[in-house]
């Protein structure tokens, strides 16, 4: 199969784009490196730079290269930027995203693929969260993933582009090769390992007040592995006629922020400082996935389900790369 990744320089897309080159796909990466790496991208890949907000760079790539499928990981994706920055994402993530939807279905593209969000479920009335919890977007940014998977109702609908929605929870991981590195980075995970490096002096938690456990924040953390490998399951099913689908993608276990804390502990053998601070706006008491569709629907199951492996991939790739992908 011939794929186009949007964003396949970013974290999540490199590793779908490494997983997808190893099962033998021909692999197109169209990015504007805004907060993607060169360094991230396959060799084997084709590298195209632009833009999504350009009609025309994107219409170029696709009338080349005629991919048979499309995976749209390039997006804005911060909760918190999202809110102070409302038109960014809301005019952004939806025109981009709809310029490449108008190139797919003008060249036929079959399958579409899009990163959509557990932000999708602000206010979930039962956990773990499935695929029939009403949605409820929890900010700008959840929002304009809600709009683009309208949107790609409609291409189903009027020209037959057969889609799936993947609303991941809690990506973490790496590869040996590909890790997370985002500027600035705002993730628990990968600022935690940033402490054990001594780069940072402490952890901030962010609140210890929530309805949970041990009061702290409890979310499901899913390997960048075990999403990209999703991705290719969906995107098989949907070039052999599979109708369109939306999964949630996480483990199905939830893991408190002071719980992932003394995990990288353990794993690192660093004290890891951590200091209570006050509530990030925003932030849900627990987001759990039932990702029971999935696997009921294509087999998918996690190969890396335990957050001690998880935090170890993430660890050697962090030891390997202390400036990410900066030399
Ligand atoms: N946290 C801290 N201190 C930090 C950073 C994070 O306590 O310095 C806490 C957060 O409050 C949260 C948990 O750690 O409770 C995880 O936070 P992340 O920022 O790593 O991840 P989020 O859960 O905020 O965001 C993720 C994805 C988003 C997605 C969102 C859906 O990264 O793309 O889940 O809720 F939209």
Not at 231 to 258: C, D, E, P, Q
Request: glycine share 10%.
């Amino acid at each position: 199969m011939k794929i186009l990744v949007t964003g396949g320089a970013g974290y999540i897309g490199s590793i779908t784009v490494e997983r997808l080159i190893k099962a033998g796909a021909e692999v197109i990466v169209f990015d504007n490196l805004y907060q993607g790496h060169k360094d991230a991208i396959h060799p084997n890949a084709v590298f195209a730079q632009g833009d999504l907000a350009d009609k025309h760079a994107i219409e170029a790539v696709i009338s080349a290269h005629k991919p048979d499928g499309i995976m749209h990981f390039a997006s804005y994706t911060l909760v918190g930027e999202s809110v102070e920055k409302p038109f960014m994402y809301l005019r952004d993530n939806i025109l981009n995203g709809l310029n490449l939807m108008e190139s797919a279905v003008k060249h036929g593209v079959k399958g579409f693929i899009l990163s959509s969000t557990a932000n999708l479920f602000d206010d979930p009335e039962h956990m773990p969260i499935a695929e029939t919890e009403r949605i409820v977007p929890g900010s700008p940014y959840g929002e304009s993933k809600h709009i683009l998977e309208r949107n790609l109702h409609w291409m189903d609908r009027l020209y037959n582009m057969r889609y799936a929605c993947l609303r991941y929870f809690n990506a973490c991981g790496a590869t040996e090769t590909r890790g997370e590195d985002h500027d600035p980075e705002t993730h628990l995970i990968p600022l935690v390992l940033e402490v054990a490096l001594g780069q940072r002096d402490k952890i901030v938690i962010f609140g210890d007040d929530y309805d949970t456990p041990d009061g702290t924040c409890v979310r499901d953390y899913i390997h960048v592995v075990d999403l990209a490998e999703a991705h290719i399951l969906a995107m098989k099913t949907l070039l052999n006629g599979g109708s369109s689908i939306k999964y949630n993608l996480g483990n199905g276990r939830g893991f408190s922020v002071k719980e992932v804390i003394e995990t990288a502990r353990e794993v690192t053998g660093h004290p890891i400082p951590a200091e209570i601070g006050v509530r990030r706006p925003g932030d849900p008491d627990i987001l759990i996935a039932s990702s029971e569709g999935i696997n009921h629907d294509l087999g998918w199951k996690p190969q890396y389900p335990e957050l001690r492996t998880i935090i170890e991939m993430a660890w050697n790739w962090h030891q390997a790369h202390p400036n990410g992908y900066e030399k």
